[in-house]
């Protein structure tokens, strides 16, 4: 896809194509290394499209962590058993997203 700002996939289908390549190019150079002009070459749009969806670089990392910290708050509020295994749980949650 040639960089536009024109997304014609699906919104979640962007968002992961981004955070695929995002993740791809962090690990190959670094996440200082790595320019946000960058992630939106490899993942074919322009930088503007890229900060629509995302406010920062560093959203590239932390896109969803609204929601697993809801995630993990909702397993904590829900769950009647030992509180260290429901501790312990909900850090798999956050281990297991990572």
């Known amino acids: 896809m040639a960089a536009t700002d024109q997304v014609s996939i699906d919104p979640g ?3 992961m194509q981004v955070l695929a390549e995002s993740i791809r190019l962090f690990a190959d150079q670094g ?3 790595t320019t946000v002009d960058e992630v939106a070459a490899a993942a074919g749009v ?3 499209t890229l900060f629509r969806q995302f406010r920062s670089k560093e959203d590239l990392i932390f896109a969803d962590h609204e929601a697993l910290l809801a995630q993990v708050a909702d397993h904590l509020r829900t769950d009647d058993g030992d509180p ?3 501790v ?3 850090a798999e949650l956050v281990f297991a997203h990572f």
């Open 31 to 33: 996440y200082e290394a």
């Open 46 to 48: 322009s930088r503007r």
């Open 13 to 15: 289908e962007f968002r």
């Open 84 to 86: 260290w295994w429901s």
């Open 88 to 90: 312990c749980a909900a």
